[in-house]
């Protein structure tokens, strides 16, 4: 009878799904992944908060552009537009408003009675408007002071005139009375609240006047040599106003219409593109900061992950499963792993981006529109490229390892070059970080900076650990526990400096949160400091200058007073100057209006030579921004013309200048020799604490022909927005704060088992507690300590770089960083050690084997 037949098993199919879900899900349970996921969501979390609030900025610009500039389109001009630019517009079925603005005095006409004495005048920045302005968006008035504001309706009726509050102040005048502008008397009917389009011009911060375009021929302001920007607002269908200033521009070029411009949101409004540029750069740079810190923990947390899960990989060998379907089961759990640590992180990122807003809300006085998918989209690539790139070779290593590996247990991963891998990834973050930072500069800068740092870290760390421990290896002969302490660093060479480096990382950011970052904050808002110039006079006569001087000094103001020359730049060296031959549009403008130059003989007050040497003999000295806008170098000839005479200095020296301290500062100083006999005005800057403002009315009294320019609330609008943006600074330094903490935790914990391994087999061979404890205690503070020395040194150079390079003012350094950072280092890694090996020391030796094993 023939045997039976016994069937065969089916084959065992592999699904790499599955298993990834039940690794996925054991690992959890574990805690294997949690910290490796927390670096994950806060890297994605700090990339997508800044990226939201950008975005949303970015969209509200382009919405509200148009507001910021009156117009679908904005033509500006030094005199009036030819007939031919109005006439296309209104052949092109578009609407057509004209405003023309320029400073003049307005003189007080109080109502009730004959005027008597000398009426209080103050100049203002005039606007004379058509009807329709502005073709978009709305002014807003108030009634009264302090009222209630609403939209304008038209504009000022005839005879009537819009003012800031601030001219009423200055005039002492109320609601309903006059001023007089030239040859014409309006009354004041309403005060102006807003007024989006009005520009960031010198004169644009005297108090603004608004009347009707139809009575400025009345007034007799305008004429020869006045000081008079025309501009044409031109608003219709999207198509229409595009082709409108696209042949508008062609118009320009084609006529070399001097003086003439199609203005856009960065000329017409700068000053508010630049505050929130800046902004948004500095919360960029602190955003790509945290992420950087958080690759650092995801890379200490994915090697643990390799070291912890060696044993799991052989026996998978064994049980006949490839390195490929090895790969791949862990490829599917990390990549679970980054979607879903993204998606929470681009979540916290999109809440996290609401503080960023309430930090920023005085300067962003606009409701801004949802952000787009982008922010999301970026969040989610950081996600799986910080994945890819800093847990992936580690994976590979992983998957290499031998299935000998189960029986014997010294068997380790092969040592895998894992470079390519490296590069690779890194490669890609730093790409996702340029995109992340919308800035290349910043981005290559910060991302090349971290590396170099890293790599010096290394280097150092290497080089003190081999000397430390070398240099106390004949004095630690007699003390066992330091001795072995001192071997174990030299065996494991190599991990003790990955795990130095990261410490030191992670303690360098910390250092700049809680020591460094104060010191830059300070220097920041003392850049424009509390007792900056509040004060400008200008149009000083020779014959005043010293009368005006008597007068300042008289109420302890001290502060020089310097002449201005007006000169139009028409040679730099043998090139004559024209604006066809430059195409930058600020080069274009600077070189079609004239210059304020001036002369003295001592270099003023914030201004530093940078290249050269002053000479105010022979020598011109000019500002380093306009020299490489208008490509001046030292040893050009430059040639002025001042009202028809020729004044000629070669380039001796170009200034640093400090713009945010307010003071008088000048592009171009000429030697004193060939500018004394040139027709000049005086003009000083100077601080008036408020219970002496009423210098200012005594000086226009006295001398009624200079110009008093109050600039407090230019100085508290400057402070106003530092503040706000430094407070949304420091909100985002949580993430860092947060980075750095969890990259400290993941250096301490990436040694923790091969410590307990050395501790168990010190127990084995007869060793006591008090010895193995002195053991670890002494590798902890010999780790912490260089680590604390290099993040003091890190900390130091990113700071003073930071001041350099991004902020642009002195770096104080603060000796305590030093000694604090050692101790730091040393306490971390003590507490660290404590925390993880205090159980150790509780059980048998036997029992922390097998644990760790």
């Known amino acids: 009878m023939p045997a039976e037949t016994v069937p065969a098993d089916p084959p065992v199919r592999f699904s790499a799904w599955r298993q990834a879900l039940r690794m996925a899900r054991r690992d959890w349970l574990a805690g294997e992944l949690t910290l490796l996921l927390f670096a994950l969501v806060l890297a994605v979390a700090a990339l997508s908060s800044v990226g939201f609030l950008a975005d949303r900025m970015r969209l509200g610009l382009e919405r509200d552009a148009r507001q910021m500039i009156g117009a679908d389109v904005r033509l500006s001009a030094d005199q009036p537009f030819e007939p031919a630019f109005l006439d296309r517009a209104k052949r092109d079925g578009l609407q057509v408003a004209q405003t023309v603005t320029f400073p003049s005095m307005a003189t007080a006409r109080p109502a009730g009675g004959p005027q008597t004495g000398e009426a209080a005048s103050q100049l203002a920045a005039l606007k004379a408007v058509s009807d329709g302005y502005p073709l978009r968006g709305s002014l807003k008035v108030a009634q009264v002071p302090g009222g209630a504001e609403m939209a304008a309706e038209g504009i000022p009726a005839p005879g009537t005139a819009w003012v800031d509050e601030s001219l009423l102040v200055a005039l002492n005048l109320r609601m309903g009375d006059s001023i007089q502008l030239g040859s014409s008397t309006f009354r004041i009917e309403r005060l102006i609240t807003q007024e989006l389009d009005r520009g960031a011009g010198f004169m644009n911060f005297a108090p603004r006047v608004i009347f009707p375009m139809a009575e400025l021929d009345a007034t007799k302001l305008i004429g020869w040599g006045s000081r008079v920007t025309y501009r044409l607002l031109v608003a219709g269908p999207d198509a229409a106003g595009d082709a409108y200033r696209k042949w ?437 800057a100077f601080h008036l604490p408020p219970a002496q403002a009423a210098l200012g009315n005594r000086l226009t009294a006295a001398f009624p022909n200079i110009t008093v320019v109050n600039t407090d609330l230019i100085l508290r609008q400057i402070q106003g927005v530092l503040d706000q943006v430094i407070a949304a600074v420091e909100f985002l330094f949580v993430f860092t704060l947060l980075a750095g903490v969890t990259v400290l935790y993941a250096a301490l914990s990436g040694a923790r088992d091969e410590r307990k391994r050395d501790a168990g087999l010190l127990k084995a061979l007869g060793a006591s507690a008090a010895m193995v404890r002195q053991t670890q205690y002494a590798e902890f503070l010999v780790v912490g300590g260089l680590a604390g020395l290099l993040a003091s040194l890190g900390a130091v150079a990113v700071g003073w770089g930071l001041s350099q390079f991004v902020f642009d003012f002195p770096y104080r350094f603060n000796a305590w960083i030093l000694p604090v950072g050692v101790v730091s280092g040393m306490l971390c890694a003590f507490a660290g050690g404590w925390l993880g090996l205090r159980e150790v020391l509780r059980q048998p030796a036997l029992a922390t084997l097998r644990d760790v094993n």
């Open 248 to 684: 508008a521009g062609q118009e320009i070029e084609q006529k070399h219409l001097r003086n003439t411009r199609v203005e856009s949101l960065e000329s017409g409004q700068p000053q508010m593109r630049a505050t929130l540029d800046r902004a948004e750069r500095f919360l960029s740079l602190v955003a790509v900061l945290s992420a950087m810190i958080a690759a650092v923990a995801i890379a200490m947390s994915a090697r643990r992950y390799m070291q912890r899960h060696t044993d799991a990989c052989a026996v998978y060998k064994c049980m006949g499963l490839s390195r490929r379907q090895i790969l791949t089961a862990f490829g599917i759990e990390f990549v679970l792993l980054g979607l879903g640590g993204a998606v929470v992180g681009v979540a916290i990122g999109y809440a996290a981006h609401y503080g960023l807003l309430k930090s920023l809300g005085g300067v962003l006085q606009v409701s801004l529109p949802h952000p787009s998918l982008l922010p999301a989209l970026v969040g989610v690539a950081a996600g799986l490229v910080l994945l890819a790139g800093f847990a992936l070779p580690p994976l590979l290593a992983l998957t290499r390892v031998a299935p000998l590996r189960v029986l014997r247990r010294d068997i380790g991963p092969p040592p895998v070059s894992a470079w390519i891998a490296y590069a690779l990834g890194l490669a890609a973050f730093v790409a996702l970080l340029l995109v992340a930072a919308r800035d290349v500069k910043l981005g290559i800068t910060t991302a090349g900076g971290f590396v170099g740092a890293g790599a010096v870290f290394a280097v150092l760390a290497l080089g003190l650990l081999l000397a430390f421990s070398r240099g106390m290896r004949g004095r630690a002969r007699g003390n066992v526990g330091w001795r072995f302490a001192l071997a174990v660093l030299e065996r494991r060479r190599g991990v003790t400096v990955l795990q130095t480096v990261a410490l030191a990382v992670g303690l360098m950011a910390l250092l700049l949160l809680g020591m460094t970052r104060n010191d830059l904050i300070d220097s920041w808002r003392n850049a424009t400091p509390a007792d900056a110039p509040n004060r400008f006079i200008i149009n000083i006569q020779p014959d005043q200058r010293e009368p005006v001087r008597d007068m300042l000094a008289g109420s302890g103001v001290t502060d020089l007073i310097y002449p201005m020359v007006r000169g139009r730049l028409i040679q730099i060296g043998d090139r004559a100057v024209q604006a066809d031959t430059y195409h930058d549009d600020r080069a274009r403008r600077l070189v079609e209006r004239e210059f304020n130059l001036s002369y003295m003989d001592t270099l003023p007050e914030g201004n530093e030579v940078i290249a050269g040497k002053w000479d105010s003999a022979e020598g011109a000295s000019v500002e380093e921004g306009i020299a490489k806008t208008l490509n001046i170098r030292l040893g050009d000839t430059l040639r002025f013309d001042v009202a028809g005479q020729t004044v000629e200095a070669p380039v001796t020296s170009l200034r640093k200048l400090e713009w945010g301290s307010m003071r008088v500062n000048f592009f171009v100083i000429l030697p004193t020799a060939r500018m004394q006999e040139m027709p000049a005005t005086y003009i000083t």
